[in-house]
């Protein structure tokens, strides 16, 4: 294991990868927006759709989601991750617009808010061979293995305030969830 993320190749089932995907879709869709007030879109910097989950009707993503949060902060980071998941965006790239989602970080250093988000968990929901292009990469050094990450079903733990892309998606469909897990305020 590599102590700037966690990495759990395959280790969400394909029944649940596929039972994500239906619900998921079954959710109203919205052209994905950047800024922390979801108040901008931008096609030269992101280009997905989204579909949010909300915790309480999906337990079963939450308990997914927090034992993999749960785990890899334990190994790897330590940090106070006192608030739990609890919204998940369902995303999708679709390779016909170049979906895509360039350089950014996922905590909002001027939040009013009394927490951050400490943790970023993404779940890979499709499987490779439906699509071509959309690397997750880090800017970060290290020892990141995106091919081993586009694996049906794997699951990626890493420190919220990590910049990371997603490369477009030249042909297909890449579907896959995220989601944040809070601690109070970074000092």
Not at 21 to 37: D, H, K, M, V
Not at 158 to 176: E, I
Request: charged residues 20%.
């Amino acid at each position: 294991m590599n102590s700037l993320f966690y990495l759990a190749p395959a280790a969400v089932p394909l029944s649940v990868c596929d039972n994500i995907i239906e619900r998921g879709l079954r959710l109203p869709s919205n052209n994905a927006t950047i800024g922390f007030n979801n108040d901008r879109q931008d096609n030269s910097y992101r280009v997905s759709t989204v579909r949010w989950f909300y915790g309480p009707d999906n337990k079963d993503i939450v308990d997914l989601i927090m034992h993999h949060a749960t785990l890899a902060n334990r190994e790897h980071f330590g940090f106070d991750i006192s608030i739990g998941a609890h919204e998940f965006q369902f995303t999708e790239y679709h390779g016909s617009v170049n979906g895509k989602y360039e350089w950014h970080h996922d905590v909002w250093w001027t939040n009013p808010r009394a927490h951050d988000r400490k943790l970023s968990v993404v779940i890979q929901l499709s499987d490779p061979s439906n699509y071509t292009g959309g690397d997750f990469e880090f800017c970060e050094p290290g020892d990141f293995n995106a091919q081993t990450f586009k694996t049906r079903g794997s699951v990626l733990v890493f420190p919220s305030f990590f910049r990371h892309r997603v490369t477009s998606v030249t042909s297909g469909l890449r579907y896959s969830l995220v989601s944040w897990v809070d601690g109070p305020k970074f000092r």
